[in-house]
């Protein structure tokens, strides 16, 4: 017990170590363990034949939070800001840090005002969203949906996707639907 | 595969990506994964995580273009792609940090590049495509070894190669009791890395007892389903004599359970950058003076962590994402020494016409799911 100076539960020999798992203490030495030390000046193993990569372009208009003091070289390029949303996400760059809860909270917000756009959107294209399909339940069928779940504690709360999912969408629609009756009793 | 807001994704046409710096390749994926992290994305978690984004950080293939600056590569090529997008020359890459680098994510200082990952960290489309933009490509890929399966290189572009960091991170020496909290692929690579630094024991903690069979085969731990626990970190304390575990890793992160409240605030209502109930669990089941790993990943906003405590314990807490590529010479030595088997820990393969079954199954732990593997153009 810790009230002495012994270790309470001593570990099994190094020799019985070895003889049940293969390789144990094959990294015992930190000189062979690749992340130590944590920092190693080496500039010059890393394969980059620059000292400052060539700069990506177009780089106007690109988002940056304003701790960088400068566009970084590379970026990606995989969905530019634009709409709404584009404009909450931009406002949130331009104006917070990362520093700041509010950042953060309105790149979510961007997150689900853009959602909200798009399933919409989809209702008016040849390939409306498909909640059966993209979602994916349709797995349930064939991999055993009860079994899989039997006696685990997260059940509780897989209960509440469903509501997440198509909650705000019945939210919406009954406040759509309220405000359709009063208007149409005026 | 393409994002379309909260718990929905679908397969859809988008234009082949091109080269767009000169040190850039494209890849023709020929594998890719699915990640525990992923599932923060897929669940709305991560902040500006775009309609349209194409997921995925663990993949391989071969070289289909290359840009007019790549030296190291040729199209043709069998590669493996670390999750980290880096340039190799900042300061932070200078040292090794190449999880880190500063000059690849315009959208935030605090995260580096990864593919695939919202806009939060560079807004890079990922690797669960036919194709994808490698920038970087005398930095980041390597050619895979030619006695090197696909599966076990997929297995290192992060899940092991990130368990092996996290294991490194606990500063292990011999004979120390480490736990490791969570039982999915980083949990049990970092499990069987533990016992490759020395740990005398190894006891791996989850709630799901396939989860937990496989650590005690693969990765040879006790193990411990939590659930049938009154209290976690009293059987921590129990099973070494009081005194608490000498290393603790959190190979858990953002949706941990365990505690209906935290799970609920963080991964259901996003009040909360990730739920902490595996971390504060660290946090008490450690020993005094004993070192914390965290590999789990949370989102950039506010959690409600026990920092008190850790104070109080004189605990060392250490974390970052996983330079993979520094993984890699030592972990392909153990590959080829027969102690590891990084494959051995995938369950399923789907095609990528099927990736939102592929999710579901994988989000819902359904089947016996550890680690899934996706296909394109099977």
Redesign the interface.
Known sequence: ???TAD??????T?EE?RA?????????DHA?????P??????GV?????????E?QPREG????I??LQ?????????PLHGV?GAI?RFA?DRFS?GR?AH??L??A??RV??TG??LRSLLTL?P???V????????LH???IA??R????V???L??PV??AGPWVLAGGVVWMLGRRLLRR | MTYRGPYKVRVEEKDKPRIEHPNDAVIRVTLAAICGSDLHLYHGMMPDTRIGHTFGHEFIGIVDEIGSSVEGLKVGDRVMVPFNIYCGSCWFCARGLYSNCHNVNPNATAIGGIYGYSHSTGGYDGGQAEFVRVPFADVGPMVIPEWLSDEDALLLTDAFSTGYFGAQLGDIVEGDTVVVLGAGPVGLAAARSASLMGAGRVISIDQLDYRLEKAASFAYAETRNYTHYDDIVVEMKKTTGGLGADVVIDAVGAEADGNLVQHVTSAKLKLQGGSPVALNWAIDGVRKGGTISVMGAYGPLFSAVKFGDAMNKGLTLRMNQAPVKRQWPRLLEHIRAGYLKPSDMITHRVPLEHIAEGYHMFSSKLDGCIKTVVVPGS
Request: aromatic share 10%.
């Open positions: 017990m810790p009230y270790t309470p539960v001593p570990p099994p190094a170590l049940r798992v293969p390789g144990w203490g094959a990294d015992l062979d363990r690749p992340a130590w944590k920092e190693r000046f080496a500039p890393s394969g980059a034949h620059w000292e400052y990569p060539d990506q690109r988002e940056r939070s701790e960088h566009l970084p070289p590379v970026f990606g390029t995989a969905q949303s996400r760059y990362e809860a953060w909270l790149l979510v961007g997150d853009e959602s798009a399933h390939r969203d498909n909640p399909t993209e979602t994916g339940v349709l797995s349930e991999r055993h949906p899989s779940r006696g685990r504690v997260d509780r709360h897989q509440l996707d997440l999912v």
